[in-house]
Antibody, heavy 122, light 110 residues
């Protein structure tokens, strides 16, 4: 079955770089149409789409965070990594990775990890 | 400020039907399919509807989706206490070249 699990530090200091890893199983990121997306949710607030990486290594980023985000994949290890540079307390959120499907205007996230809470504080 | 607009809250009695709207524009809902997610308290989101009106395996037919122009709607019939959750719409935005979500709608079963 498809599973995803996020891992990363629970606490990060302002200005540091946050590195999050999504370890997945049950599908291959080399299969056409497969993608992995990162989504975050500040406490008590709405979901925010962050970045997506596709089977063909295409990458897409939130326009508001584009300069601070980098997404990459290691298909041999079934992992996707998201880095967020120069973090600020407003980056405090639960970060989710999700398996996504994308084709001809169709874009959805069918399996989600449990999320990892990251707090940015000095 | 979310790209997609949803009502903050909707409430109804058990057994009733509710609808949740999701309003967008041409670059997003107008030219792409919409998906819907249910987020129960303290859990990860769960896919309810994709491609405007398709339910994944295991999602009851009490949940339905539709789209018209630049708006989409999630319907829930036979409302149950277990449906109390936050609901989000999502799609792709061609202008942003990024995914977008609505601001979420909190459903309360009275």
């Amino acid at each position: 079955q498809v599973t995803l699990r996020e891992s990363g530090p629970a606490l990060v200091k302002p200005t540091q770089t946050l590195t999050l890893t999504c370890i997945f199983s049950g599908f291959s990121l080399t299969t056409s149409g497969m993608c992995v997306t990162w989504v975050r949710q500040p406490p008590g607030r709405a979901l925010e789409w962050l970045a997506r990486i596709d089977w063909d290594d295409d990458k897409y980023y939130s326009t508001s965070l584009k300069t601070r985000l980098t997404i990459s994949k290691d298909t041999s290890r079934n992992q996707v990594v998201l880095t967020v540079t120069n973090v600020d307390p407003v980056d405090t959120a639960t970060y989710y990775c999700a398996r996504s499907r994308f084709a001809s205007g169709s874009h959805w996230h069918d399996y989600w990890g449990q999320g990892t809470l990251v707090t940015v504080s000095s | 400020q979310s790209v997609l607009t949803q009502p903050p809250s909707v409430s109804a009695a058990p057994g009733q039907k509710i609808t949740i709207s999701c309003s967008g524009s041409s670059p997003n809902i107008g030219n792409n399919y919409v998906s819907w997610y249910q987020q129960l308290p303290r859990t990860a989101p769960k896919l309810l509807i994709h491609d405007n009106n398709k339910r994944p395996s295991g999602i009851p037919d009490r949940f339905s989706g539709s789209k018209s122009g630049t708006s989409a709607t999630l319907g829930i019939t036979g409302l149950q206490t277990g449906d109390e959750a936050d609901y989000y719409c999502g799609t792709w935005d061609n202008s942003l070249s990024a995914g977008v979500f609505g601001g979420g709608t909190k459903v309360t079963v009275l």
